[in-house]
C-alpha cells in the first residue's frame, strides 16, 4: 500500500452517525442527514446514505476526487456485512487485511462481501469517476433469514463467527449490473432519487439473496493458475465488443485447458458462461452509444454492433432491459 497517499481513517454503522467523522475530519456537510458533500478540493460529488430499516443500510458513493486518498474503514464493533458493488470508471484499489484487489467497471470484478470486524482501504485514480453502492447488513438479521437454508459452496462458511474474514469478492451478476448501470445515470439532484436508491437497494439484496442461496460453486476451489488463465482469456473476450463472439473452443485455447474445463471454469467465476457475458456487455455498450449522441441512426449502432437486422437488434435489446431502443437514443445533431 503507497503510505506517500494521504490516509483518512472513518468509522461505520447502520446509523447516519458516521458520518460525522467527514464533517469533522474532510470538511464535508451532510444534508437531511442523507447527503454527504465533499469539499471541491478534495472531490467533486457527494455521497447518499439511507437506513432502510434497522438491520439494512445504503450508502452510495459518487465523485472524482480532486487529489490522493485513502480511505481506511477502522474495524467496526456492530456486527454487520459490507457488500459492495463498484461500477467505477477506471480501476480502484480495496485493501482488505493488507491484500490488494482490482475492483471497478473495467476490472470485471466488483463485488465484495466483507465482515465488519475487519479493516479495509478504499484508493480510486485522481480525475476518474468512482461509483460504489454498499449495502449494510446486520449479520443476526440475515442468519434468523437463512436459519433453515442450505447456503451455497461460495458462502458456507459465512455465519462462522470465529473467522471474521472477508469471505467473497468476484463478479457482480448481470442483473445487479443493468440496475446498477441504470442508477448511474441518475443525479443525486433529481427529486425522486432517494425513492430510486430505495427501491434500487431492495432489488440488489433481493438479487443477493438468491445468490446466497446459489449451489454453484466458487473459485476458492480452483487453482490460482486456472483462475488467473480464465482472467486472461476473459480480458481479450471484452477486448473489442464489436466483433462477432470468437467461440468457447478459441478461448479455451487462449486459457491453455480443454473446452469443458474452461466452460464450467468460467461459469463459477462469472455466474454466467462466456457468450451470456459477451451478450450482456455488448448491450451494455449498445445502451451507451444510444445515449451517447455520437449517431444519426439507431440502425448504424445496431450495424456497429454486428447486428445486420436493427429490428433483430431492438428485439434483443429489449429483452435485456425492457424498452426499445428509441426510448433512450441521442441523434447525432449536425
Known amino acids: 500500500m503507497d503510505i506517500t497517499i494521504p490516509e483518512f481513517r472513518h468509522t461505520l454503522s447502520l446509523k447516519s452517525g458516521w458520518q460525522q467523522d467527514f464533517v469533522e475530519g474532510l470538511g464535508c456537510t451532510i444534508i437531511d442527514n442523507k447527503r454527504l458533500n465533499f469539499p471541491e478540493r478534495l472531490a467533486s460529488g457527494s455521497g447518499y446514505f439511507l437506513e432502510i430499516s434497522q438491520d439494512v443500510?445504503?450508502?452510495?458513493?459518487?465523485?472524482?476526487l480532486n487529489e490522493p486518498m485513502r480511505f481506511t474503514r477502522i474495524p467496526s464493533q456492530e456486527d454487520f456485512w459490507i457488500v459492495y458493488y463498484d461500477m467505477s470508471n477506471n480501476f480502484s484499489k480495496h485493501f482488505i487485511d493488507g491484500i490488494k484487489h482490482k475492483i471497478g467497471y473495467k476490472s470485471k470484478?466488483?463485488?465484495?462481501?466483507?465482515?465488519?470486524?475487519?479493516?479495509?482501504?478504499?484508493?480510486?485514480?485522481?480525475?476518474?469517476?468512482?461509483?460504489?453502492?454498499?449495502?449494510?447488513?446486520?449479520?443476526s438479521f440475515i442468519k434468523n433469514y437463512f436459519q433453515d437454508a442450505l447456503l451455497g459452496q461460495d458462502f458456507k462458511d459465512v455465519f462462522d463467527d470465529k473467522s471474521g474474514k472477508m469471505f467473497y469478492y468476484g463478479h457482480i451478476d448481470s442483473r445487479s449490473k443493468v440496475a446498477l448501470y441504470n442508477l448511474k445515470q441518475q443525479s443525486m439532484d433529481d427529486a425522486n432519487f432517494e425513492f430510486l436508491l430505495k427501491s434500487m437497494t431492495y432489488k440488489l439484496f433481493g438479487y443477493f439473496v438468491e445468490r446466497l442461496n446459489s449451489n454453484e460453486s466458487s473459485?476458492?476451489?480452483?487453482?490460482?493458475?486456472?483462475?488467473?488463465?480464465?482472467?486472461?482469456?476473459?480480458?481479450?473476450?471484452?477486448t473489442d465488443l464489436l466483433l462477432p463472439f470468437p467461440g468457447v473452443k478459441f478461448?479455451?485455447?487462449?486459457?491453455?485447458?480443454?473446452t469443458s474445463k474452461f466452460r464450467n471454469l468460467y461459469k463459477n467465476i462469472f455466474g454466467v458462461s462466456a457468450v451470456s457475458v459477451f451478450k450482456n456487455e455488448k448491450l451494455i455498450l449498445a445502451k451507451e452509444l444510444l445515449e451517447s449522441g455520437n449517431f444519426k441512426l439507431i440502425s448504424d449502432i445496431a450495424y456497429e454492433l454486428g447486428y445486420n437486422k436493427t429490428s433483430y437488434f431492438s428485439l434483443v435489446y429489449k429483452r435485456y432491459y425492457g424498452h426499445l431502443p428509441?426510448?433512450?437514443f441521442k441523434a447525432k445533431i449536425d
Open 326 to 328: 428509441h426510448t433512450v
Open 251 to 258: 478461448l479455451a485455447e487462449k486459457a491453455n485447458m480443454s
Open 219 to 238: 473459485t476458492g476451489l480452483f487453482l490460482e493458475k486456472d483462475v488467473n488463465a480464465i482472467m486472461k482469456a476473459h480480458e481479450y473476450l471484452l
Open 109 to 139: 470484478l466488483g463485488f465484495a462481501v466483507i465482515d465488519s470486524n475487519h479493516k479495509s482501504t478504499y484508493v480510486s485514480s485522481v480525475g476518474e469517476r468512482v461509483y460504489s453502492l454498499r449495502l449494510y447488513i446486520r449479520k
Open 57 to 64: 443500510s445504503v450508502f452510495i458513493v459518487d465523485l472524482v
